[in-house]
């Protein structure tokens, strides 16, 4: 099964309030681009994934991501992160009604695209899947089969409102890089600890965290 990603961007000036720790407000921008710059290179790069739409209305990351070859789609709502994962599933299916489509958050920077086909291949196999965070309470990636809304819940505690909507949750070993997600300094470290792409890498040189 080939898959659309539809990964959420919010504007890049009020992008990882929470990484303030590590990142002073002339960085974080910049951070939060590069992050979203290595998700969507490996989205691309993994053999189950058939192209990529990024819901944002930041004309910088539209840009740079569109560059790596993702469709942009504006975020037309304007109603927060599950608004605009489900605009953004809805123009991938009105010219593509069929498609197998999956939410990925846009901070996964040490994403592995073989991890990420062994998810989606999992995912296949129920009407709806998601994947939980590192941190056990919230969620990296949700997604539905043809025929099968999206439903997004995430927010806080959004691991159990997934499972309270009734979609699969995938108890898979050995898929770290697409759990990780970064919202704080210490995400960040242990995202590096993993391997993160070269335009984070490239980014967090210039933090000084100490041990990297």
Do not use: Y
């Not at 010219?95 to 291949?121: G, H, I, T």
């Not at 927010?155 to 499972?163: E, I, K, L, N």
């Not at 704080?184 to 993160?196: E, F, M, N, Q």
């Amino acid at each position: 099964m080939q898959w659309t990603l539809v990964i959420p961007l919010k504007p890049l000036a009020r992008a990882k309030s929470r990484l303030a720790d590590t990142a002073t407000d002339g960085v974080r921008p910049g951070l939060a681009l590069a992050f979203a710059q290595d998700t969507v290179a490996a989205a691309l790069a993994c053999q189950a994934v058939k192209d990529v739409a990024v819901v944002t209305d930041d004309t910088l990351a539209g840009r740079e991501l569109s560059a790596l070859g993702a469709r942009i789609v504006p975020d037309t709502p304007g109603g927060g992160l599950n608004a605009a994962l489900r605009h953004g599933a809805a123009v991938v299916r009105a010219s593509r009604p069929e498609s197998a489509v999956a939410a990925l958050n846009a901070d996964l920077p040490a994403l592995r695209p073989l991890e990420l086909s062994r998810v989606l291949d999992a995912a296949a196999e129920f009407p709806r899947a998601f994947l939980a965070d590192a941190a056990a309470i919230g969620t990296t990636l949700l997604a539905a089969t043809p025929g099968n809304e999206l439903a997004p819940a995430f927010g806080p505690d959004s691991r159990a409102r997934h499972t309270a909507s009734g979609a699969v949750e995938l108890p898979l070993a050995g898929v770290e890089s697409v759990r990780q997600d970064v919202d704080t300094g210490a995400d960040l470290r242990t995202a590096l600890a993993l391997g993160v792409g070269p335009r984070t890498a490239a980014v967090a040189a210039r933090l000084l965290i100490p041990g990297q």
